[in-house]
């Protein structure tokens, strides 16, 4: 049985999530808190398995009760939050900072069907981090304020001669023939987190352009966008039908269609969702494999279920540099475990070593 605490300040929506929970056997509400304090205080007594937290709460708030549950008993942590603007989704992704596993609207019943599919959201999420050791997920300090390593810690990677970004994105062009002219990534539950790592390593004049399928809630991708163009020097924006193609730009798909490119160009596309999902890993990979071949690459990272595992077989048959993130360091170890399963994947990483690798490849030098 999953132990679940509900952290929010309206009484009536912890009634809503404990009905939601409760329609899963394998999900126990063991509390409920009103505000950050009590949410800290019930998870040191009752020791829940996961947290549904609001970040936006009186007194201590989300933010800081997630800061202090990091510091004293890690314990996975699914945001439930609001969509009442910018201001709240920046709070929202903070929290992915602090430790947070996975973003999610609150249930909203204007649309026929909507209720019930968010409300399946939070049951999936809730099941897929439970029992999630999350010990050595703490969160990265500034890189100024690094320590050194530890004897025998293995250093970090430099960034590598890579040209600084230029004021405006030059079109897209590589330091290396053999380098891909587009990389493709996808992700889903822990894959915020793992986002924002990567593109922060990367250093500034990266010549692939960075097309991302990210499973989010509706109307969050925006949010997105901005907390990620905060941890990375690179140009990260939704992307737009028709654009070009440029270096050091990061192009997140937005919500409702499906992420592709040609000829240099961005292209947003059309059709029903796949297996659930639009825009879809599977449709952003198979578009790259057949307008690209060999010329893209596609990483897979932490996510529920199977999307993107077709499309990624589909761009290595292609002769395509293919990589998913490992066991060790996938929040769910769900979407890289099928691609590898079928054979679609070239190499696994962890996330800490994905940048390097990401380096290297732009260097027309993929691993081996």
């Known amino acids: 049985m999953i132990r679940v605490l509900v952290a929010d300040d309206s009484r009536a929506f912890r009634a809503i999530l404990r009905t939601i929970l409760g329609r899963s056997p ?13 949410a800290v205080s019930q998870v040191l007594s009752l020791k829940p398995d996961v947290v549904t937290m609001d970040v936006q709460m009186p007194g ?19 945001v439930i939050s609001a969509e009442v603007g910018p201001g709240n989704q920046e709070r929202s992704f903070r929290a992915l900072e602090l430790g947070a596993v996975e973003v999610l609207a609150k249930p909203r019943a204007d649309v026929l069907g909507r209720f019930e599919k968010e409300a399946e959201e939070i049951r999936m999420a809730v099941r897929a981090v439970a029992g999630l050791k999350l010990v050595t997920r703490h969160r990265r300090l500034p890189r100024a304020a690094a320590p050194p390593p530890s004897p025998g810690e293995r250093p970090a990677t430099p960034s590598g001669p890579f040209p600084p970004r230029p004021a405006s994105p030059a079109p897209i062009g590589s330091p290396s023939p053999q380098a891909p002219r587009v990389l493709g990534i996808v992700a889903s539950t822990g894959g915020p987190a793992a986002l ?10 990266y010549p692939i352009p960075i097309l ?10 925006g949010g997105l966008v901005r ?10 924006k939704l992307a737009q039908d028709g654009e070009a193609l440029r270096s050091s730009t990061v192009y997140v798909a937005p919500s409702g269609s499906h992420l592709g490119a040609a000829s240099g160009a961005v292209r947003l596309l059309g059709g029903e969702p796949v297996r659930g999902f639009r825009p879809s890993g599977t449709v952003l990979f198979r578009t790259l494999a057949r307008q690209y071949g060999s010329g893209a690459a ?25 990589l998913a993130q490992g066991p060790q360091t996938s929040v769910v170890y769900g979407m890289p475990r099928v691609a590898r399963e079928r054979g679609a ?14 380096k290297k490849l732009a260097r027309g030098a993929g691993p081996a």
């Open 26 to 38: 394998e999900i126990d509400v063991v509390g409920e808190a009103r505000d950050g304090q009590e």
């Open 345 to 358: 994947v070239a190499v696994t990483l962890e996330l800490e070593e994905i940048a390097a690798a990401l």
């Open 298 to 322: 596609g990483l897979v990272l932490s996510g529920m279920g199977e999307d993107g595992a077709e499309g990624l077989k589909l761009l290595r048959e292609s002769g395509a540099w293919t």
């Open 60 to 78: 201590k708030d989300g933010l800081e009760a997630l800061g202090e549950i990091m510091r004293q008993r890690p314990t996975p942590v699914v």
């Open 227 to 236: 907390w990620l163009s905060g941890e990375t020097s690179l140009r990260t």
């Open 196 to 205: 924002a790592r990567i593109l922060s390593d990367l250093p500034a004049g």
């Open 212 to 221: 991302v399928v990210q499973h989010i809630a509706d109307g969050f991708e």
